[in-house]
């Protein structure tokens, strides 16, 4: 009986000595403030780029804690190593790739736009190509600086002709710059437009050009910090697929 007895003891003992399993870490999923992507509005977290996000984080079954952090300390975080960190609606950037991996694409914009200061209208009015205007050294092209427009954009504004007057401001400043006649003109993201119609009255001073030759809109991503394991990149990428086919329905 008692050899009976003792016999379990050691399995028992080992039994109790078994690590309980871990539960996967928690991603951080880092969000800048652009509207109407993704924003804060009387206090309430907006966006459909925000709100899509979420959907995909829920249906890959990842567990996601979303944080509201300025873009540069987003990428600062990811150039110093930030752990289990993902953020979300950015361009596909070739020097991003030494500290980030990229999800597949979860939107592609419409086209950029120019947005053109009253007075000078009829001077943008003489070109017919976005090329032309990009060679015209008497109008001014104001730059949002810090952001990227994509890989197209930024290399036409880098070999442009134009006075550049780069300033660190959210679109709505270069928006009220141009109404004031500091700059000639601006690219401008089709969606930032539509928003700033409904939330900036600047806006109305302003008029808006399409070029043939503007180039394609771009896709957005989630990227995410290398030591995010592939399997779960994975799990994001089907969850993309999956919300978009249920959104073009």
């Given at each position: 009986?008692?050899?009976?007895?003792?016999?379990?003891?050691?399995?028992?003992?080992?039994?109790?000595?078994?690590?309980?399993?871990?539960?996967?870490?928690?991603?951080?999923?880092?969000?800048?403030?652009?509207?109407?992507y993704h924003f804060v509005e009387h206090g309430e977290e907006k966006g459909f780029l925000l709100e899509r996000s979420r959907k995909v984080f829920e249906l890959a079954k990842v567990n996601a804690t979303f944080v509201r952090e300025p873009s540069k300390r987003i990428w600062a975080n990811f150039q110093n190593g930030a752990r289990n960190y993902c953020s979300i609606g950015w361009y596909f950037l070739p020097e991003r790739l030494p500290f980030v991996q990229y999800s597949a694409p979860?939107?592609?914009?419409?086209?950029?736009?120019?947005?053109?200061?009253?007075?000078?209208?009829?001077?943008?009015?003489?070109?017919?190509?976005?090329?032309?205007?990009?060679?015209?050294?008497?109008?001014?092209?104001?730059?949002?600086?810090?952001?990227?427009?994509?890989?197209?954009?930024?290399?036409?504004?880098?070999?442009?002709?134009?006075?550049?007057?780069?300033?660190?401001?959210?679109?709505?400043?270069?928006?009220?710059?141009?109404?004031?006649?500091?700059?000639?003109?601006?690219?401008?993201?089709?969606?930032?437009?539509?928003?700033?119609?409904?939330?900036?009255?600047?806006?109305?001073?302003?008029?808006?050009?399409?070029?043939?030759?503007?180039?394609?809109?771009?896709?957005?991503?989630?990227?995410?910090?290398?030591?995010?394991?592939?399997?779960?990149?994975?799990?994001?990428?089907?969850?993309?697929?999956?919300?978009?086919?249920?959104?073009?329905?």
């Amino acid at each position: 009986m008692m050899g009976g007895m003792w016999k379990h003891v050691p399995i028992l003992a080992f039994s109790l000595a078994l690590p309980a399993l871990a539960a996967p870490p928690a991603i951080t999923v880092a969000w800048r403030d652009k509207p109407p992507y993704h924003f804060v509005e009387h206090g309430e977290e907006k966006g459909f780029l925000l709100e899509r996000s979420r959907k995909v984080f829920e249906l890959a079954k990842v567990n996601a804690t979303f944080v509201r952090e300025p873009s540069k300390r987003i990428w600062a975080n990811f150039q110093n190593g930030a752990r289990n960190y993902c953020s979300i609606g950015w361009y596909f950037l070739p020097e991003r790739l030494p500290f980030v991996q990229y999800s597949a694409p979860m939107h592609t914009d419409e086209p950029h736009v120019i947005l053109v200061a009253p007075a000078s209208a009829a001077a943008v009015a003489q070109h017919a190509t976005l090329k032309s205007l990009l060679a015209d050294k008497s109008l001014t092209l104001g730059v949002v600086d810090g952001v990227s427009y994509g890989i197209g954009i930024d290399a036409l504004i880098q070999s442009s002709t134009n006075q550049v007057l780069r300033r660190v401001v959210d679109p709505n400043g270069m928006v009220r710059m141009l109404a004031a006649g500091r700059a000639s003109f601006m690219f401008i993201d089709q969606e930032d437009y539509n928003h700033l119609q409904q939330v900036e009255p600047s806006i109305r001073q302003t008029v808006k050009r399409d070029f043939p030759d503007m180039p394609p809109g771009l896709q957005r991503y989630i990227v995410c910090s290398k030591d995010v394991p592939p399997m779960v990149v994975a799990r994001l990428n089907r969850a993309i697929s999956t919300t978009l086919e249920r959104s073009s329905k």
